[in-house]
């Protein structure tokens, strides 16, 4: 079984920065794709960034320019930088990871992000 634990949220003003990581509990080596989404006041959980365990990486539109999604393979963490943020980005993150060994999606708890106007 796989543990994630997404860490970094908190308030920020409108055009800062924050950057998120979810820590896992074992080797990112034996997920297949690793990814952010984000629950919004309002909205579904939607897709923010998505990365590969080769170091692809994907993103919804509507975010790219602003967000980078990372990998450290040897800290067994992926992160979320996010610039330029916006009150529309306010929402609870939550990082996800494919894991091949048992073929399961798991999911962190989420990390809380507010943005101030």
């Known amino acids: 079984q796989v543990q994630l634990v997404e860490s970094g949220g908190g308030l920020v003003q409108a055009g800062g920065s924050l950057r998120l990581s979810c820590a896992a509990s074992?080797?990112?080596?034996?997920?297949?794709?690793m990814g952010w989404y984000r629950r919004t006041p309002g909205k579904q959980r939607e897709l923010v960034a998505l990365?590969?365990?080769?170091?692809?990486?994907s993103y919804a539109d509507s975010l790219k320019g602003r967000f980078t999604i990372s990998r450290d393979n040897a800290k067994n963490t992926v992160y979320l930088q996010m610039n330029s943020l916006k009150p529309d980005d306010t929402g609870v993150y939550y990082c996800n990871a494919d894991h091949l060994p048992d073929g399961m999606l798991y999911w962190g708890k989420g990390t809380l992000v507010t943005v101030s106007s």
């Open positions: 074992g080797s990112i080596l034996r997920m297949n794709v």
């Open positions: 990365i590969s365990s080769g170091g692809t990486t």
